[in-house]
């Protein structure tokens, strides 16, 4: 008898068991964003016509071009300059110089704003590691270039590989130690100098003009601060009266902003304009992060979420100690020290006070990823490092937000 079908069934897992091995969740996440945004619509409307347009991004923008000269921080940026390194103590004074004289000048001139404090303080601090590198680098490739290390220097100081560099000539030292050599390090989306980076063999112009758009169409997603404002406002009486169930409820109501606010950042800066930026350089080596989303422990999200400090520590501060006898808990401490003390220095600074919640937030990363490392895994500990980031940082901001409104406006008011 002839045959006028086949058979339908065969042994097969259903998509969502973890044994089928299938793992293309794209339409999940797309409805995820969906029901972000509407659920999250109607609480901005009720924002907006309840309290108005309180931060305008054409505005502040319009503020600067109109009168540059009012902005002391953005000048300070522009004005910046380099030091001839002609000695190891030049070298320290300039180094100390860098960190010192922005912060003092954020310190003492009143017109200088926190967000424009902390701007220029991030731009130098970034300038003070790259400086560093290329300090570093320079130092081994000169102990490198001597008589008994002559053939080793040539190997790790002058690549052979032509493909590597994107068919550009390469570089020995200390043929590196130029003008043009230095100043394509400092804008260059790295903090780890070398004496030949990777380089793409073109700018790809619809590529740049992506991330261009990106970064314009992004600059709107500052109005994520109008939801914000009123919520931090109402916080400020709970934390007088020390009301711990109205100022967890405020807490909540302000990390779901805080972390979209995160979030929103991170791609722009990480993505967008890491990107931007090494196109237009034809820097090759995009990784400026990795997939710190599917962190199951709190030491897998601070190596992955900001390659760029992850590679600086690794290589000037964590191995170094390595090499000095550290063990490598004591090298693990010391660069997150390190860390908490960045993160203070450009939090309190611009906010002319000096509270440590920054450097106190940092530091307890480390009883919390031996926690996370050691009693929770797999899906337990992502929703732990997940939970952190979006309970931890907006914590911090109300925190600093209370300790400012306390230090400048009730002495007002008093």
């Not at 490739?141 to 390469?170: D, H, I, M, V, Y």
């Amino acid at each position: 008898m002839p045959v006028y079908f086949s058979s339908c069934h065969k042994i097969q897992e259903s998509l969502l068991s973890s044994a089928s091995g299938y793992n293309n969740y794209r339409g999940i996440l797309n409805w995820c964003v969906v029901m972000l945004v509407l659920s999250n619509a109607r609480l901005f409307l009720e924002n907006l016509l309840r309290y108005g347009v309180l931060v305008d991004p054409i505005q502040v923008i319009s503020l600067f071009l109109n009168d540059p000269y009012s902005w002391p921080a953005a000048c300070l940026v522009i004005g910046s300059s380099f030091s001839e390194l002609v000695g190891y103590l030049v070298h320290c004074i300039n180094m100390a110089t860098i960190l010192t004289f922005p912060a003092a000048v954020v310190l003492l001139v009143p017109s200088v704003t926190p967000a424009g404090g902390a701007f220029v303080l991030g731009v130098y601090t970034i300038l003070f590691l790259k400086l560093y590198s290329y300090k570093d680098v320079n130092m081994w490739c000169r102990e490198l270039s001597t008589a008994k290390a002559k053939k080793l220097a040539r190997s790790l100081s002058c690549p052979t590989s032509q493909q590597f560099n994107g068919g550009n000539r390469t570089v020995c030292y200390p043929g590196n130690l130029t003008i043009r050599d230095m100043f394509y390090f400092v804008f260059a989306p790295t903090l780890c100098y070398e004496l030949n980076f990777p380089r793409s063999p073109k700018i790809r112009m619809s590529f740049l003009l992506r991330r261009l758009f990106e970064m314009v169409r992004y600059k709107y997603l500052l109005s994520l601060f109008q939801w914000m404002i009123p919520v931090i406002q109402s916080s400020m009486k709970p934390l007088e009266d020390m009301d711990l169930s109205r100022m967890f409820e405020r807490l909540l109501r302000l990390a779901v902003p805080n972390h979209l606010l995160w979030l929103v950042f991170f791609y722009c800066f990480f993505h967008s304009s890491m990107n931007f930026t090494a196109e237009l350089l034809r820097f090759g080596d995009r990784q400026f992060y990795k997939d710190w989303w599917n962190s199951e422990t709190v030491t897998y999200f601070w190596q992955n979420w900001n390659i760029p400090v992850h590679k600086w520590c690794l290589r000037h501060f964590y191995k170094p100690l390595l090499r000095r006898g550290f063990s490598k808990i004591v090298s693990q401490s010391a660069v997150f020290f390190l860390s908490a003390f960045f993160h203070e220095y450009l939090v309190s600074v611009p906010l002319r006070m000096f509270r440590l919640w920054a450097f106190m937030g940092m530091m307890v990363q480390l009883p919390l990823a031996w926690f996370v490392g050691r009693f929770l895994r797999g899906n337990y500990g992502n929703a732990a490092v997940w939970i952190s980031l979006i309970i931890g940082q907006p914590f911090a901001v109300l925190m600093y937000v209370h300790d400012y409104y306390v230090l400048h406006y009730r002495q007002e008011a008093d």
